[in-house]
């Protein structure tokens, strides 16, 4: 096992330190010379798209939480309405999926049991099917009409990293697929984005960098009864994966919030007790951000700001912050959650939690 550890001493690290590895990975079988996406056999027309009146994506955990920021990139891409929905949930209500609908599962292992089922739900009510998954051959692989894998390599530690970051590209490059199939997207935006895509691993790499930084700052979080992740839009989503990470590894009671929904109840439990972790790195709702951070220090919680290094305002709210390169907005979030990701990692050390297996969860859930 120390073997395949590599010199790191948990998987869980490895794992965040592959990230710029499988992040190329997934991205560069799928850009073309031209800067343009390519999906081996996937030869979908323009007809084909406008024949698709929705788009379901269902998964479970962090796939979930990857499928809720593919939400924002296809509704913004491909022009679709898109729904999320938890795989358990899905499969037990009366849905409204058609054959107008395309069915997107998202599952590292493509052996979780819920998914797998939902899939099939779907797959019964007419649906078309794609599935994102880090497992050849799985069970999902087989049973979705097209399969895109994300080249994370296996993921050992029960707390996903690589292959929520890699799910997010391959959806990212689906999205933007999508668009330039149906004409919703200029071919210079989607040049832009895979460009930055292709230097995204250098990026990552900077990121990794603030590893001691992260481990500071989780001593001020390891005492917490209860950690708030504040986020807007794209940045919500991220926030709700943070908080799992962050559950999942040090035990510690972590909710995402969406920023401006504070005022309608949670900030009556915001305390100096509440450490808050505050993500912005989307321009449009920064100013409301800015606010929301006002707001829970006013209440004096200690907040870590989460944006970009050219931002002057986030310090002047946060008590401390945590700077990651400037990007596209779009892609912001598959660096974000790097630091999420290590702070939940040295919060479960701190707690001499078993990090790579915490209690009561399994890699892989292949029953109900
Ligand atoms: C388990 C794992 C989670 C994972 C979820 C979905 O609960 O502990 O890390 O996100 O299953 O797994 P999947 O393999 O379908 O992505």
């Not at 590599?6 to 079988?29: R, S, W």
């Not at 707001?295 to 709210?317: C, F, H, Q, S």
């Not at 945590?322 to 779009?330: A, H, K, L, N, T």
Request: glycine letters at 4%.
């Amino acid at each position: 096992e120390a073997a395949e550890k590599n010199g790191y001493p948990h998987f869980m690290l490895k794992e965040i330190y592959e990230q710029p590895k499988a992040v190329c990975d997934t991205t560069t079988i799928h850009v073309d010379k031209d800067g343009m996406v390519c999906f081996d056999n996937l030869n979908w027309t323009k007809a084909d798209l406008e024949n698709i009146d929705n788009i379901l994506i269902t998964a479970c955990g962090t796939a979930y939480h990857a499928g809720l920021v593919a939400k924002h990139y296809i509704e913004r891409f491909v022009k679709i309405p898109v729904e999320v929905d938890i795989a358990s949930e899905y499969r037990y209500r009366q849905p409204l999926t058609s054959e107008r609908t395309l069915c997107i599962v998202v599952s590292q292992s493509g052996e979780t049991l819920d998914t797998l089922e939902a899939l099939k739900e779907a797959k019964r009510l007419g649906a078309r099917s794609i599935a994102v998954t880090n497992s050849i051959g799985s069970s999902i692989a087989r049973e979705a009409d097209y399969t895109i894998y994300t080249l994370a390599g296996p993921e050992i530690a029960v707390a996903s990293t690589k292959a929520y970051t890699t799910q997010l590209v391959a959806l990212l490059l689906l999205s933007l697929y999508m668009g330039q199939i149906k004409g919703t997207i200029r071919p210079e935006l989607i040049k832009d984005i895979t460009s930055a895509l292709l230097t995204l691993p250098d990026k990552i790499t900077e990121v990794l960098k603030e590893k001691d930084h992260m481990e500071k700052l989780a001593d001020s979080l390891k005492d917490a009864k209860d950690i708030f992740y504040l986020g807007r839009s794209i940045d919500y989503a991220i926030a709700m994966e943070g908080a799992l990470k962050l559950k999942e590894i040090s035990y510690i009671h972590a909710e995402a919030y969406a920023a401006g929904e504070l005022k309608h109840g949670t900030l009556a439990l915001i305390t100096k007790e509440t450490p808050v972790i505050a993500v912005a790195t989307q321009s449009h709702v920064a100013s409301k951000m800015y606010s929301n951070i006002q707001e829970v220090r006013a209440r004096g919680a200690e907040v870590i700001g989460i944006g970009y290094d050219d931002d002057p305002e986030l310090e002047k709210y946060a008590t401390d912050t945590v700077r990651i390169p400037r990007v596209d907005e779009f892609i912001a979030p598959i660096l974000s959650v790097i630091p999420m990701q290590l702070l939940a990692y040295f919060t479960g050390i701190k707690r001499e939690n078993d990090v790579d297996k915490p209690r009561n969860l399994a890699k892989s859930v292949t029953v109900e």
